[in-house]
Nanobody, 123 residues
Framework: QVQLVESGGGLVQAGGSLKLSCAAS????????MGWFRQAPGKEREFVAS????????LYADSVKGRCTVSRDNARETVYLQMNSLKPEDTAVYYC????????????????WGQGTQVTVSS
């Protein structure tokens, strides 16, 4: 069983940067692929980025490719999402999630979820 806790959200002006963190519990962290999703008010929860258990492979949504970087530190059992050049449309609650296999963009494929951290980007 995996528990996830997000942090690092906040209020930032357009063009600014934030680095989100997701701390995991459990001794099988390195065996799980990790994903980042976000949900804006009135919208579906959507895929943002994911990273394989080893950190060797990543996936990004087209909306954030080139502006975001997902990484992980298995020794610290933490996954990160570095977000640069933020836009108002990036405003959402950001969630991290875990699943055994890498490669999915579908939220239903992820077994474990954190509670989310709010990111607000102002003009």
């Amino acid at each position: 069983q995996v528990q996830l806790v997000e942090s690092g959200g906040g209020l930032v002006q357009a063009g600014g940067s934030l680095k989100l963190s997701c701390a995991a519990s459990g001794r099988t962290f390195s065996k799980h692929a990790m994903g980042w999703f976000r949900q804006a008010p009135g919208k579906e929860r959507e895929f943002v980025a994911s990273i394989s258990g080893s950190g060797g492979s990543t996936l990004y949504a087209d909306s954030v490719k080139g502006r975001c970087t997902v990484s992980r530190d298995n020794a610290r059992e933490t996954v990160y999402l570095q977000m640069n050049s933020l836009k108002p449309e990036d405003t959402a609650v950001y969630y991290c999630a875990a699943r055994p296999l890498f490669g999915s963009r579908r939220r239903d494929d992820y077994n474990y979820w954190g509670q989310g951290t709010q990111v607000t980007v102002s003009s």
